[in-house]
């Protein structure tokens, strides 16, 4: 299994841009998240997915939007991209077969995004 | 208020000693802790969790934690620190009260010292 895997790595956007963050996980989760990761400040959920067709605002959703059509994809749309996105971008999978999700999650490598 | 606290940045240990990263937690009931590891450029690791049962956990990599529900804390230890596991740490809480999202600490910044 290839895990979780974020395209692109890296990106640089100018203000005013937009751009779709792929990220895709061949695990079969029913559960996926994005999180953004500034220094210093640990990890914030952007939008989480309990499952395809159903997706929920995290702790910091402005500026971003995101869809689940697949099992396996969770794309992430920045539509107006702003300095204030500049950030490392992280997507997670994780399987629970309740809603008192107990497992861990799986992370992919990242997307590093600069807005200048 | 912050679900989950790292109160180091950094810690520093030298090669071989017990390391001790910290976690205190604040949410009500039981939560569900995990730790997880991040090395450079990469994204994070799963190291261990606490749902239930047993307050000493083992994961990865010889590390362990010790849930104490008094202290509200779930500090991450290893009885002999290796070169190799200088990284990143993170403690993660999954808050009931709010459903399907996992709070993440600040991380904390562990050099073990050759």
């Known amino acids: 299994n290839a895990g979780v895997t974020q395209t692109p790595k890296f990106r640089i956007l100018k203000i005013g841009q937009s751009m779709t963050l792929q990220c895709t996980q061949d695990m079969n989760h029913n559960y996926m998240y994005w999180y953004r990761q500034d220094p210093g400040m640990g990890l914030k959920l952007i939008y989480y997915s309990v499952g395809a067709g159903i997706t929920d605002k995290g702790e910091v959703p402005n500026g971003y939007n995101v869809s689940r059509s697949t099992t396996e994809d969770f794309p992430l749309r920045l539509e107006l991209a702003a300095p204030s996105q500049t950030s490392v971008y992280f997507c997670?999978?994780?399987?629970?077969?309740?809603?008192?999700?107990?497992?861990?999650?799986?992370f992919g490598p990242g997307t590093r995004l600069t807005v200048t | 208020a912050q679900s989950v606290a790292q109160p180091e940045d950094q810690v520093n240990v030298a090669e071989g000693n017990p390391l001790t990263v910290k976690c205190t937690y604040s949410v009500s009931g039981n939560p569900y802790l995990f730790w997880y590891v991040q090395y450079p450029n990469r994204g994070l690791q799963f190291l261990l969790k606490?749902?239930?049962?047993?307050?000493l956990v083992k994961g990865s990599y010889g590390f362990e934690a010790e849930f104490n529900k008094s202290q509200t804390s779930f500090h991450l230890k290893k009885p002999s620190a290796l070169v190799s596991d200088s990284a990143l740490y993170f403690c993660a809480v999954r808050d009931l009260r709010t459903g399907n999202q996992f709070y993440f600490g600040t991380g904390t910044s562990l050099t073990v010292i050759p």
């Open positions: 997670a999978s994780s399987y629970s077969r309740t809603q008192r999700i107990r497992h861990e999650q799986y």
């Open positions: 606490y749902i239930t049962g047993d307050n």
